[in-house]
């Protein structure tokens, strides 16, 4: 899909910033009989730049983490409204 983006800036004059993208891998909460996640190493670029690869990231106000937990989520609200433990 990337490289469908790239032929489309191409033609049409188009910059897409890279710096502006993010990777996150949603990885499965639980692992009950699923084989190990033994992945190579992830490289994705648009425009020449690659796209930097996070374990989370901000999205419509909330975190979402590669690990479905909501622990950085819920962490980020209470410091936001000034609740402590």
């Not at 690659?50 to 819920?74: K, M, N, R, Y």
């Amino acid at each position: 899909m990337l490289a469908l983006c790239d032929e489309f800036a191409n033609e049409y004059s188009v910059a897409f910033n890279a710096n502006k993208s993010k990777c996150l891998v949603v990885q499965p909460r639980q692992n009950k009989g699923l084989p190990s996640l033994n992945m190579p190493p992830l490289d994705f670029h648009v425009g020449g730049n690659d796209i930097e690869i996070v374990s989370e990231l901000p999205h419509l106000g909330h975190i979402i983490s590669s690990h479905c937990f909501d622990d950085a989520d819920i962490f980020h609200r209470r410091r936001l409204h000034g609740w402590a433990n």
